[in-house]
């Protein structure tokens, strides 16, 4: 018990876990801001924005979906290896052959399609709501270019099966940045590694699906909500900055 209390007791343990003594409204603001998990969401929030129209928590979902795309993701690396020679064994491998195979894919595939789908929906609704004005520029920007990177992520990773569905559609999108102006056959030679889709298309696409682009997404995402977060929080319409005050608060525990 004593080595419990000590750990309880503990900078670490209090600056992740809520403090426990917290009795009065400034305790528990406290206990909120020193807090490593909570200190990220408002202390208080308007009853309103806690409502299911109010966002749709499609936020949420495109955070919990991006979630399921790195487990699943991560589990489905196992068994795969980036090369022409066996990238289409492995994935008939997996199906027929790994405990749960055809049920990850599936889990990866379908989170992948649906996360394109929320984050776009995210941004429809962030726009209509204008939340993209003072002062929050800078965190629609952000949310403009998480938006891009899901779809190179999505792009990305369509290739990695390597059946001719992948290839076609890898081929007639690259083509399609080749008409970029000044430097359009720069760009699709980066991408393609070559004058074609080949192998090193393929490590390239591989690479940029399982490293890079996720570390850039999830180091912006932190600092999407960390805007979020300074930048009074929720989004607030037109109709709603009409109001000079709100005389209904409730704190979120």
């Known amino acids: 018990m004593r ?11 209090r600056s992740i876990f809520r403090l ?21 969401y408002p202390v208080k929030v308007r009853r309103r924005e806690l409502r299911f129209g109010y966002s749709a928590f499609l936020g949420v979902a495109s955070m919990v979906l991006f979630g399921s795309l790195i487990i699943s993701g991560i589990y489905l690396m196992f068994f795969y290896v980036p090369s022409p020679a066996n990238a289409y064994g492995n994935i008939q491998s997996i199906q027929t052959d790994v405990a749960f195979g055809q049920y990850i894919r599936n889990v990866h595939r379908w989170s992948a399609h649906l996360m394109v789908i929320a984050v776009a929906a995210h941004m429809a609704k962030v726009f209509y709501r204008g939340a993209y004005k003072p002062p929050k520029e800078f965190n629609w920007v952000i949310g403009v270019v998480l938006l891009v990177l899901t779809l190179l992520m999505s792009f990305t990773g369509y290739l990695l099966p390597w059946d001719q569905l992948a290839f076609w559609a890898v081929t007639v999108g690259t ?13 699709k030679e980066i991408l393609l590694g070559g004058p074609s889709v080949g192998s090193a298309t393929l490590v390239r696409f591989y690479v940029l699906h399982v490293a890079v682009l996720p570390a850039i997404m999830v180091f912006l995402i932190a600092l999407h909500m960390w805007r979020w977060r300074k930048d009074a929080m929720l989004t607030v319409d037109a109709a709603e900055r ?12």
Do not use: C, N, Q
């Open 3 to 13: 080595v419990v209390d000590r750990i309880k007791g503990s900078v670490a343990y």
């Open 20 to 40: 426990p003594d917290a009795v009065t409204e400034r305790d528990r603001a406290a206990a909120h801001w020193s807090s490593f998990l909570l200190h990220l």
């Open 242 to 253: 009409s109001i000079a005050a709100e005389p209904v608060i409730e704190e979120v525990s």
């Open 175 to 187: 083509s399609m940045a080749s008409y970029v102006p000044l430097m359009g056959e720069t760009t």
